[in-house]
Each structure stands twice: as C-alpha cells, then as structure tokens.
C-alpha cells in the first residue's frame, strides 16, 4: 500500500465528529471547510511466516498555531497545532505506548534489552517509519508554492502588507492590551524580536524569494506573531534529533523517518534545499544521533478535504480553513483518536477561569510526561530505572537531563541555517511532573 493511501484510510476511518463540514448560509452560499492531513506509516518487513504490511500508526489533521502570548505555563494546551506538529505528537504517544509493552514484551515495535550499556530498548529489526502530509509544509519549502500560486493583485497586496510590518519594526510594535484582570500592553520576546530584526528569522510569508531561512508559522500579518517555527523547520530538525524528542531518548536511541511523501503542490527541489541541504551542513553529530536525509515523493492518493480540492468540488463556494484539530494513534488494533479546539479538548470549558484535566489532549505536554513517567516508575519497580532515568521533578527536568539529547541539540543549533532557532521559556517547561 502507498505511503499516501495508507494514511488517507486511516483518517477515513475516523469519526465525522471535527472533520471539515460543508454548510449552506442564506441565500444559499456554500461555506466549506479545508485542512492539512498528516500521517506516519510504519513499515514491517517480511518473514518467513509474515508478509510485510504498511499501516498508518498515527496522524494529525490541522492547520491553526496560538499566538506567543497565548503559551500555557502548565502545559496543557497544544499551541503548535499545525497536522504535521500534531501528527508527530501522536507518534511520540504510540511510541511511548509500545514501550511500555515492550517491559512486558508485547510490543511489535520495540524489544526489551536490559543490558550494561545503550539504550533498555531498541527498535525491532527491519522496521522504518515514513511520513505522509497532504501538502507541502509551510515554510521555506513552501516559499515555490506562494510564489508560483500568487497573483498580480495578490502580490501587490502583499507588498503592501509587508510595508506596514517594516514600518512598525518588523513585530517590536505594542500588542493589544490583555483582556484579563492583569490588563497590560505585551511586547515580543526578546530572542524572537532580535532575530526577525536582524533578518535572520522572518516572519511566516514574508520575502518568498528569500529562501533557505528559518521561518515561523503563517498568520495574518495584523495578526500577533507565533514564537513556533514553520512545519519546513522542524522536520529539518527531526532528521538530526529524530522524530521522538527529549523524553524518549532517555528510554532508546533517535527514531528517523526515512522518507516524506506529498499529496498537492510537489516541489521537489525546494523539499531538498528546505530540509536535505539545510542538515547536511552538520559535520558532526554525538553518536547515536546522525543526519538522516529524507527521499522526497509524491502521493498519488487524493485527499478530499484540501483547499484546492474543495475548491473544485465547488467553484464557487468560500472556502475557510477548519478550526478542528484531529490526532489519533494506533492502539493494539483500534485508532485512538481526539477532536481538539483552541489547542484543548472540542466542548471543554473553564470552570471559574480554571481549565480542568479533563480538557487536555493525551498529547499535550503536560499528559505526554505524565506518560513518560508511568514508564520511569515502572522500571523503577523492577529495579532498571535508576542508572538510566532519574527521578524527575519537572517536564524541563526531565528534557534537559538527557545529556546525549542536549550535546545533539546544542550541535544542531550551533549550525548556521539553525543558529536563530526561537524556543519558548523555561516557565512554559518548568510544570512538575508526578
């Protein structure tokens, strides 16, 4: 089965309940939704007594990104909510998942190896993962796309836009006041600010023809600004660090995937200078950790719910990007699956100003350390966790302690094409953990 296809009868499987709608306003104007799909498919190999099978084992679907401001300190709301983001989170929980079997040896991906040195576990032999996005990802891999699918008017409107943006500072204008009992005026961050000054940054789609820079996530340009990197930047990123993060290092060496496959709008020379050149500057990265170049493909699977596809199934509707975010992983043989809204769960609502836990995605970070730390006190129990995962008091702690994690990212960084690389603060981390 085709990367692509595997992907798309995953999510056609999934509840109607957060997908794109179609609705008929008055006067009979079609209103109809659009979003990005992402997925990871992971590939087994064939046995003697096994064919090999291609089967979609997480995926997110969403194309919306909170503003700086809007960052939880007790991290549990999703801000990064684009499909790509959202898929590789769902990944990081089905992989944590399959660790956890893998103690109990009932994981088809992972194997239990409780050994002197290296990681307890290792990925079972012949497995590869590939990923799957239904368009090309924003960011300097997209800037071909804008400039070949503006036109005329549009571009001198964007002109006009980027005028305005250059006059006000290039983002160090006063924000709106805060509409809460703490009313202030909001500057941009500091690092965030020097880098979009200094041109080594540049906000969402502005300059297309400058490529090869590190960009945040697209918005309006009256909008206020995401302290996120664009979806071109972070799977960059991935194929140094690989796709499982600071947590899961602690448990088994950097998971890579090893191809991206593309539904619409393929360009497959602004794919490789976006992500392929980028990385090939690192000469040198702390073992286990290696540059993996991604095979760049095009999918011959049609995904329904993108823009240009809604476009065509009706000319003359307005088409409006779905507010909805969709994740769900696989588990054992059901699709686990959530419908987020404003980076929480879709009908949740405060109570008194005070969010309850019932809100939080599964993959928000504060559920995915809650996760990690089942594991850590499941190998604490049976004696294996103290020489390999410490005790940790925080989300942050439990990231930074992972010193192989750090001396790669610290590499990554130093990097030219990374060196402007934006994170959020310790205060969005430093939530504990139980």
Known sequence: MEIGEAVVAAFNRLPKTGKPTTTVGSGGRVRAEWTVLAGIVMLKPATPHRIGSASCVALGCGVKCSSFRNLSSQGDCLHDMHAEVVCRRAFIRFLMDHIEKAFQSESEVFVFRPEPEGPLFALRSGIEFHMYVSQTPCGDASMEQSLSAQTEEEREKNESKKRQYQEHGCGRQKL???????????????????????????????????????????????????????????????????????????????????????????????????????????????????????????????????????????????????????????????????????????????????????????????????????????????????????????????????????????????????????????????????
């Open 176 to 434: 709106p006041k805060l509409t809460n009992s703490t009313e202030r005026e909001s500057t941009l961050p500091p690092a965030l600010a020097d880098a979009l000054t200094r041109g080594t940054l540049i906000r969402g789609r502005l300059n297309p023809e400058t490529t090869g820079c590190l960009r945040t996530k697209p918005g309006r340009i009256d909008s206020e600004i995401s302290l996120s990197l664009s979806c071109s930047d972070k799977i960059a990123r991935w194929c140094a660090l690989g796709v499982g993060g600071a947590l899961l290092s602690h448990f088994c060496d950097p998971i890579y995937l090893l191809s991206l496959t593309i539904g619409e709008a393929f360009f497959p020379n602004s794919m490789e200078r976006a992500i392929n050149a980028r990385i090939s500057e690192l000469k040198e990265l702390p073992p286990p950790f290696r540059v993996q170049a991604l095979k760049f493909r095009q999918s011959e699977t049609t995904f329904l719910y993108t823009k240009s596809a809604r476009v065509v199934s009706d000319p003359l509707c307005t088409v409006v990007p779905s507010n909805n975010v969709i994740c769900a992983w696989t588990s054992g043989n059901d699709l686990v699956s959530e419908v987020l809204t404003n980076g929480r769960k879709l009908g949740s609502s405060p109570r008194k100003g005070i969010w309850p836990d019932k809100s939080r995605s599964m993959i928000c970070k504060r559920s995915i350390g809650q996760k990690f730390m089942a594991v850590v006190q499941l190998l604490d129990s049976k004696g294996f966790s103290p020489m390999r995962t410490r005790w940790m008091e925080s989300y942050k702690a439990a990231k930074v302690s992972s010193l192989q994690y750090r001396s790669a990212r610290a590499a990554l960084l130093a990097s030219p094409s990374f060196r402007a690389w934006v994170t959020s603060s310790h205060e969005h981390e430093d939530f504990p953990l139980p």
